[in-house]
């Protein structure tokens, strides 16, 4: 069964970083491409980062442009998510999600990701 876990979470003071992980098991991660969103409460998921099944390309927000490196090791079938110069406003449940390769347009709407994981809180606080 394909299952995604998300890990890294937690709260950090405004600048701060985090690197978040999102681990796949039951499926080979070099056949998916995999997206990165965030849910703040009351406010619709939004897309922060895409990644292709090899690491070639990658696609950010504008809010996270300049902060956030999205990065994959196939071999221990995880994608990484670093995010720097945390502010306040990146407080939000932060999710994964995977799209197989033929589906994959570099998209980060999150309607055309198939697998998702329960997520892992990010608090920006101080």
């Not at 299952?3 to 709260?11: D, M, P, R, T």
Request: charged share 15%; hydrophobic share 35%; aromatic share 12%.
């Amino acid at each position: 069964q394909l299952q995604l876990v998300e890990s890294g979470g937690g709260l950090v003071q405004p600048g701060g970083s985090l690197r978040l992980s999102c681990a796949a098991s039951g499926f080979s991660l070099d056949y998916f491409a995999i997206g990165w969103f965030r849910q703040a409460p009351g406010m619709e998921r939004e897309g922060v980062s895409c990644i292709n099944s090899s690491g070639g390309s990658t696609k950010y927000a504008d809010s996270a442009k300049g902060r956030f490196t999205i990065s994959r090791d196939n071999a221990k079938k995880t994608v990484y998510l670093e995010m720097n110069s945390l502010k306040p406003e990146d407080t939000a449940i932060y999710y994964c999600a995977a799209v197989d390769v033929a589906s994959y347009s570099g998209s980060l709407r999150a309607h055309n990701y198939n697998y998702w994981g329960q997520g892992t809180q990010v608090t920006v606080s101080s």
